[in-house]
């Protein structure tokens, strides 16, 4: 591995930008704040680059990766926009939506992103710094969570930089992520299928199909590679759906509850899913007394908080 002597913290200003842009064309790894979380960007057409980022997070697998674009044009020099693809692109890019679509023949991308897959994940951020470094950089910019592997997802600056601080070689420091949990992602089976829950509510995109979205066949290799169970784990343990609190507990709260931490006092989802990860990350540096988490109802971008929480809960594979 490469060793690295410390990790540059970039402003967001135009100076900063530049760096980090002549950076990623340079190979090396760059975090880059989106409206999602934070991701561990590197050009996606470099496949030392790619290899990098599985490094620096200690992956256990060559899971595929998001590619970032700055709009739908972009988008289209590397992979086939058609159909309810293109209309589901119309309707929520920049936006917090991932599509899974057939690469184009001949587009110049490292087999790494895609984990040898005929098909690549792309979405077109709605952070309006994102787009401007991706336009800078003009490559295609692979970036998963900019988190070691099985950790929680970054949320700020800060959190990148505690579980990879000299490990790459800058972040962009663009304040908090204002959605708070990854993109949904969609697939074509041909039909739309829901590969993960995630910041665009499933029924925002089943309302601009006109359909329900399929889900995927269970043990379905291809579409949930990467979700391992303990992905977004702190070390306590975690106990879901809870409503009373057993000694020794601190209660994550939902709704109006006497709670250590409360992901939304007034019950919103929205303000739930932006404090999650920044809630796990202060439980977890706070120490190893048992979590227990309140009902988060199963709608809208609850969905998404229950799938990364009921991961966290699961048994941990080392
Ligand atoms: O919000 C987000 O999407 C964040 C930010 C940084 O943009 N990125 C992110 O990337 O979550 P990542 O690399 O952790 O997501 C990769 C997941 C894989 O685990 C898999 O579920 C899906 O995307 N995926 C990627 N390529 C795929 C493909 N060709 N077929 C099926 N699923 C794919
Ligand atoms: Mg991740």
Known sequence: ???????????????????????????????????????????????????????????????????????????????????????????????????????????RLSPLVSAGLPTVAVRVPDQPLARVLLQAAGRPIA??????????????????????????????????????????????????????????????????????????????TVSAPGQLQSHYAPRAGLRLDATDLSPGERLLGFGPVEADLNLSPSGDLVEAAANLFHHLHRLDADGDAPIAVSPIPETGLGRAINDRLRRAAAPRDG
């Open 1 to 107: 591995g490469t060793e690295r002597t410390g990790t540059a913290r970039l402003k967001a200003d135009a100076a900063g930008i530049a760096r980090a842009a002549a950076l990623l064309r340079a190979g090396e790894l760059v975090s880059f704040p989106t409206e999602t979380v934070y991701g561990l960007g590197a050009d996606a057409t470099d496949d030392v680059a790619v290899a990098r980022i599985f490094e620096a997070k200690g992956r256990p697998r060559f899971n595929p990766l998001i590619v970032h674009l700055p709009d739908a044009a972009r988008v289209r020099d590397i992979a086939m926009l058609e159909g309810d693809a293109a209309r589901l692109a119309e309707a929520f890019w920049p936006g917090p939506l991932t599509l899974v679509l057939p690469i184009r023949p001949g587009a």
């Open 143 to 220: 970036a998963p969570s900019a988190n070691p592997s099985g950790r929680i997802s970054p949320t700020e600056a800060d959190h990148v930089l505690a579980g990879l601080d000299g490990k790459i070689a800058a972040v962009l420091d663009g304040g908090a992520c204002a959605v708070g949990v990854e993109s949904t992602i969609v697939g074509f089976d041909p039909a739309a299928t829901l590969l993960r829950p995630g910041g665009l509510p499933a029924e925002a995109v089943e309302a601009c199909l006109g359909a329900p979205l399929a889900l995927p066949a269970p043990g379905d």
